[in-house]
């Protein structure tokens, strides 16, 4: 016949398997938000969207493409001297800026005109000569 014991050791296993699935269950969980989080795309504050709206919205007021060299972009409105795009930040080529009619006037500097297309209104604005700086306002 056997002894009868108590197997504190055989509970302390159940303890570690128990304690390691909610381990993994937590770790789980938290990268899947970590995940969710880093795929969702996050506004910063000077960059703008273009994402429309509806399908009845009208085009931006002010639409910057940087399609060249990584350039910079400044865009503040004088009236409320809110600096809406910073210069002291470089737009990456493919970034597109966008501004609304609510937010006019603005004043544009471009470090090159070589490295950005502009639409105001639906309509391209004519580029500055290459090489040069492109600064220009967007009245109402």
Not at 3 to 18: E, I
Not at 87 to 109: K, Y
Not at 110 to 120: D, L, R, T
Request: net charge positive; with cysteine; charged share 15%.
């Amino acid at each position: 016949m056997g002894r009868h014991r108590s197997d504190p050791l055989g509970l302390a296993r159940y303890g570690l398997v128990v304690g390691g699935v909610l381990a993994l269950i937590v770790l789980l969980v938290v990268g899947g938000f970590s995940l969710r989080n880093a795929l969702v795309t996050k506004k910063s504050p000077n960059t703008r969207s273009t994402q429309s709206g509806g399908a009845g919205e009208s085009s931006p007021a002010l639409l910057i493409s940087v399609t060249g060299a990584q350039c910079t972009v400044s865009v503040k409105n004088p009236n409320t001297g809110a600096v809406l795009q910073s210069a002291g930040s470089p737009v990456p080529p493919g970034r597109e800026l966008t501004f609304r009619q609510d937010e006019l006037p603005l004043q544009v500097e471009i470090s090159s005109a070589a490295c950005a297309n502009v639409f105001e209104h639906g309509a391209e604005l004519a580029k500055a000569p290459a090489g040069t700086t492109w600064s220009f306002s967007v009245a109402s």
